[in-house]
Structure formats: C-alpha cells, structure tokens
C-alpha cells in the first residue's frame, strides 16, 4: 500500500472505523501524512508572521492558519483514533488496552513508558492470517485455518 492510498483509504472509507484491521503501511503511511501537515501549517504560519511587518503582536494570518490547524487536529481525531485500534487489532490486542496506555499515559513517568509501548507495538508485524479482529489487510485470501 502505497501513500496515496493510504491516506485515501482512513479518509474516506475507514474515517470512523474502529472495527477491522490495519496494516502497517496503512498506519505509518498516514503518521506521516499527519506529520506532514501539520509541518505545513507550522512553516506557512511562520512564514506568515515573519513577512506579516507586525511588530508585538499576532498578524491575522497567523491566528487564521492557528484555527485551521486546529480544526484540521479535530478533524482527524476520529480517523487517527480509529487507525491506531486497527492497529492494536492487526496485533490481535483489544482497542481498550489502547484507552488503557492512554490513561496510564497521564501518570506522571509513566507516560514516556506508554508512548513507547504503543510505538513497539505499532512497529511490530500484525498475526498472520485472520484473527478475532477479521482477515489479514496483507493476504484476506488467507485464513487461520491454513495456519493452524
């Protein structure tokens, strides 16, 4: 799966869906498509407050490319949200055990630890062949059955 598609697929047709599974390519393909806009906004937003001449304050600009992103951060709540359980799914892992690391996550250090259990477990290969969550995003032809 290639960029395009990725970012394509959690859009439009997987934007809320917390059921199924996600492949690694789908995953980090969008991570970076999120990454890279947001830099977008961050640079333009810049860009726009140094050429603005303003002196001591906030040109409008950048407080209307500041909304932007924000809306666009809330916009992608749910299909980030969504594409991480998949993910944790591909794992054969429970998407509540993601709403767990999240809470935890808010204990002071404990939270470095969070973070870094969730990207192990967003590196590592999904469970070959279908599991409880649905057929492999890799080989849907496949089933558990053969590997059994």
């Avoid at 992103?69 to 993910?87: H, K």
């Amino acid at each position: 799966m290639g960029f395009t598609e990725a970012v394509r697929i959690v859009l439009t047709q997987k934007y809320a869906t917390f059921s199924g599974r996600a492949s690694r390519s789908e995953y980090w393909w969008f991570q970076l498509f999120y990454a890279l806009l947001g830099v977008a906004i961050v640079i333009l937003a810049f860009a726009a407050g140094a050429f603005s001449g303003q002196q001591g304050g906030t040109s409008s600009l950048v407080v209307v490319l500041m909304i932007i992103g924000g809306l666009l951060a809330l916009a992608l709540v749910l299909p980030i949200l969504s594409l991480q359980i998949r993910r944790f799914h591909d794992r054969n892992i429970s998407g509540w055990w993601y709403l767990a690391l999240i809470v935890l996550g808010m204990v002071p250090y404990i939270g470095s630890v969070t973070g870094l259990a969730i990207t192990a477990l967003s590196i590592m290969r999904g469970t070959d062949g279908s599991n409880r969550f649905g057929p492999d995003p890799l080989r849907p032809e496949a089933r558990a059955e053969v590997f059994a």
